[in-house]
């Protein structure tokens, strides 16, 4: 009752600060939500063909960066490019504090595996350093992976993977620099054992990080390891 009551009061509450500072879109600043139909309805699918392996897309038959450094998991996938709007709304949600992009942001996640699936038994975040977590409050890609799982109903296994040493930004280095860097940066557990992963995260920039969780992950026994980010760098 008592937890009826609280719930009550938080919602009248949300709905009060609502109408006090109502949800405006991060990217065109109209009033109604945190990204707006419009604008998310203009965000540029990364177009077919794509490659099985990285999902690039492809202009000639053989993908040129596979053939250069083959991607080693079963695959990875993205939304979009990231660029414009949904660049802004990514950047607005990991860091200027809006949790609440989350469930928008995870809407594309859904339709893309409506329109593409990938074969998965559970969600698997790619984590953050814990001492960076703290910083900004969440795991953007976690929270990503928790409302995914509110529409595709896999489990999310939030403590079989984690980031054991600090790394630096990927953006900041050569595609060498980010293999090693992320190297051994990430430990999982048996429980992974047999499981076809799905990895969650918000921006693939080469797919090294994507690559050092699965390495992780097939070292337990993972079955399949695939990867799917919001967006990825051209
Ligand atoms: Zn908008
Ligand atoms: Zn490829």
Redesign the pocket.
Known sequence: MRAGLTQVAATTFQTFLDLLFPPR?V??R?VGEW??A??RNRIEKIPAPICPRCGRPLTRADCPYCAKSPLRMDGTRAVAFFEG?LRQAIHTFKYSHRPELAALLAELLRDYLTAYPIPADALVAVPLHPERERARGYNQSLLLARALSAHNHLPVWEDVLTRVRVTRPQVELDAEERHANVRDAFAATERVAGARVLLIDDVCTTGATMEACGAALYAHGAQSVWGLALARSR
């Open positions: 879109c990217v065109c109209r990204f707006c419009a604008c709007g």
